[in-house]
């Protein structure tokens, strides 16, 4: 099995990823701060495509302009040196203490202009970075009780900001996609557009709807104990999908933010021959961290076992599929049926010859799909015994 990352793989990290400190709610950081340089050369190193950033990852927040173009300028020889891609953007509109009540729905009107603002000139680096891909993650945009906030208004507020993001953009003729992030909760109470449904439906809503799509993220909607994995197809079928944030959780957990196929492996299973059957091209991003006992080469670790597990598992979908007993089991469970058509466009005359077809019942609910076959060639496949 040849598990070396490739270019054409478009694996990508955040800088907050591997540069996570192991800091929790009832801890301290307990590794040292590695230098942006560092992390680039790192990823480099281990065959990574791209890297992301927040703004605040990148320039110090509150720095002079002189030291801001300092630190990006540094960035940007970085990258040229190590060959790597900045693939996707975003704003930290959570960290600081103003962001408390919220930063694109806040309750206060300077916060909320100050947020939008932030994102403004974070578009404008993006752009001088070549990001195609911006996200908006909302961890702040929600409420612990209800009666602080009127939803309403704060997803009137949210579209307002986004309609307002996207027309900065077109104005400025820059080539950037906004991917929104759906999250339930942590840190806050609640957070609006708290699944991919949600989102989906709320950016049905957008002036610039055809601009915006989805970064869906495994942990987020397991947290919610839904499934990724549905999530994401519906997501491409309506051409929403734009960016993944990959990493591993288990259900009704806090934000684990595991390393990737380290605990759904089934589940990761399927998703990666989705990804890899339907010609997905976005960055397949690694949002997880290492586990809070890693010293610098356990994050090391982490980072080469999501792109291991990812190859891995693509290659054991391509054995699936390939294997002539799947083909078998899928003739039988009727899997491409599904592709035909059932009735057509409306006609009455369709409708006239639908209304007089008499169909045996008994033969019908006689049917046998032989799921518990085809699923069991799935586990022989990832445990390795197909
Ligand atoms: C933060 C969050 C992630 C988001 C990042 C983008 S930051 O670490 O937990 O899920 O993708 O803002
Ligand atoms: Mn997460
Ligand atoms: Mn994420």
Request: glycine residues 8%.
């Amino acid at each position: 099995m040849d598990l070396t990352p490739r270019p054409e793989n478009r694996f990508s990290f955040g800088l907050w990823t591997v540069g996570n400190r192991g800091r929790d709610p009832f801890g301290e950081a307990v590794r040292p701060k590695l230098e942006t340089t560092e992390i680039l050369k790192g990823l480099a190193d281990i065959g990574v495509w791209g890297v992301s950033f927040h703004d605040d990852d990148l320039m110090t927040f509150g720095a002079t302009e002189s030291q801001r173009r300092a630190e990006l300028d540094e960035f940007k020889r970085t990258l040229d040196e190590t060959g790597l891609v900045c693939s996707m953007a975003t704003t930290n509109l959570f960290y600081h203490p103003i962001f408390k009540d919220g930063a694109l729905t806040s309750n206060d009107r300077d916060v909320r202009r100050y947020a939008i603002q932030k994102v403004m000139r974070n578009l404008d680096v993006a752009a001088e970075l070549g990001a195609p891909i911006y996200v908006f993650w909302g961890g702040r945009e929600g409420v612990e009780t209800a009666a602080s906030k009127d939803t309403r208004d704060a997803l009137s507020r949210y579209k307002e900001a986004l309609d307002y993001l996207g027309g900065y953009v077109k104005d400025k003729g820059y080539d950037i996609r906004f991917a929104l992030e759906p999250k339930p909760n942590e840190p806050r109470g609640d957070i609006f557009l708290p699944t991919v449904g949600h989102a989906l439906a709320f950016i049905e809503t957008l002036e610039h709807s055809e601009m915006v799509g989805l970064n869906p993220e495994v942990a987020h909607e397991t947290m919610s104990g839904l499934s990724f994995y549905q999530g994401v197809a519906q997501a491409m079928w309506q051409e929403k999908l734009f960016h993944i944030d990959l990493n591993d959780q288990r259900i009704g957990r806090f934000d684990q933010d595991f390393r990737f196929g380290s605990e759904g492996i089934k589940d990761h299973f399927f998703l990666v021959r989705l990804l890899e059957s339907s010609g997905y091209s976005g960055a397949k991003h690694f949002d997880a961290h290492a586990y809070r006992t890693e010293d610098v080469q356990g994050v090391w670790d982490f980072a080469r076992g999501c792109i291991r597990n990812y190859l891995a598992l693509a290659d054991k979908a391509r054995a699936f599929d390939t294997d002539p007993r799947v083909a078998e089991a899928m003739a039988r469970a009727k899997v491409a049926e599904l592709a035909v058509p059932s009735v057509g466009a409306y006609s009455a005359s369709s409708a006239g010859q639908l209304l007089a077809e008499n169909f045996d019942l008994d033969v019908l609910a006689d049917l046998s799909y032989g799921n518990e076959a085809l699923d069991q060639l799935v586990v022989d496949h990832i445990l390795g015994i197909a």
